[in-house]
């Protein structure tokens, strides 16, 4: 048995970037806080455009609902002095949900021009778990590339596809999959949901 006093209160950093698919972000932070996981998000200003024109809560109010559940930072992609751009800052791992093309190029080639790229470089160099949701299509060579070089760096790439065994019916579906892979490649979960799991008929 796991006494709470036990569980692993480092947080997960979570970048979110100017990419669509503000949905996986949502889902992505909400489940880790429903399972009690700290977190600690950052957002460009371009995330936070796509944001308005996709969603229909505002970024403010779900950065207040995250908030109230007392486990939630949050620090703007210019605060390059946060905690979350220092190695010494100990993180569960991060995950740039979704993730721009522009994001994957920058941190593949070390450039950490902004928080969310320092937090990817520094989740790098000390080895700790980092997820990639990309999202672009179709997918250039160059967008290959970037993704295979941080793949080889020990990053997961995890695109937020629909599993069509499990008939997905809404995008919310898809985006609720996506947040649990990242909750199982980050240790976080130790298995898929049931009703998410393949089952051979």
Same mark, same amino acid.
């Given at each position: 048995m796991t006494h709470p006093e036990d569980r692993d209160r480092r947080p997960v950093v979570v970048g979110i970037t100017g990419a669509s698919g503000s949905l996986i972000a949502l889902h992505t932070i909400s489940a880790l806080l429903d399972n009690d996981v700290p977190v600690v998000a950052s957002a460009s200003s371009a995330a936070?455009?796509?944001?308005k024109q996709e969603m229909q809560e505002s970024f403010g109010e779900v950065l207040e609902r995250w908030t109230d559940s007392?486990? $939630?930072s949050y620090h703007g992609a210019s605060e390059i002095a946060a905690p979350i751009a220092s190695g010494t800052f100990?993180?569960?791992g991060m995950v740039l949900a979704p993730c721009s093309m522009a994001t994957v190029a920058a941190i593949s080639q070390g450039l950490a021009d902004n928080l969310i790229r320092r937090a990817a470089d520094v989740t790098i160099k000390e080895r700790r778990p980092l997820i990639i949701i990309p999202r672009e299509s179709p997918l250039s060579v160059i967008h290959l590339e970037n993704l295979t070089r941080l793949a080889a760096l020990g990053a997961t790439i995890?695109?937020?596809?629909p599993a $069509?065994?499990?008939?997905h019916q809404t995008i919310e579906d898809v985006a609720e999959f996506a947040a649990q892979r990242t909750l199982l490649a980050l240790g976080v979960i130790s298995e898929l949901p049931v009703a998410m799991r393949y089952e051979s008929s």
């Amino acid at each position: 048995m796991t006494h709470p006093e036990d569980r692993d209160r480092r947080p997960v950093v979570v970048g979110i970037t100017g990419a669509s698919g503000s949905l996986i972000a949502l889902h992505t932070i909400s489940a880790l806080l429903d399972n009690d996981v700290p977190v600690v998000a950052s957002a460009s200003s371009a995330a936070r455009i796509v944001w308005k024109q996709e969603m229909q809560e505002s970024f403010g109010e779900v950065l207040e609902r995250w908030t109230d559940s007392g486990i $939630f930072s949050y620090h703007g992609a210019s605060e390059i002095a946060a905690p979350i751009a220092s190695g010494t800052f100990s993180t569960r791992g991060m995950v740039l949900a979704p993730c721009s093309m522009a994001t994957v190029a920058a941190i593949s080639q070390g450039l950490a021009d902004n928080l969310i790229r320092r937090a990817a470089d520094v989740t790098i160099k000390e080895r700790r778990p980092l997820i990639i949701i990309p999202r672009e299509s179709p997918l250039s060579v160059i967008h290959l590339e970037n993704l295979t070089r941080l793949a080889a760096l020990g990053a997961t790439i995890i695109p937020p596809e629909p599993a $069509f065994y499990l008939r997905h019916q809404t995008i919310e579906d898809v985006a609720e999959f996506a947040a649990q892979r990242t909750l199982l490649a980050l240790g976080v979960i130790s298995e898929l949901p049931v009703a998410m799991r393949y089952e051979s008929s």
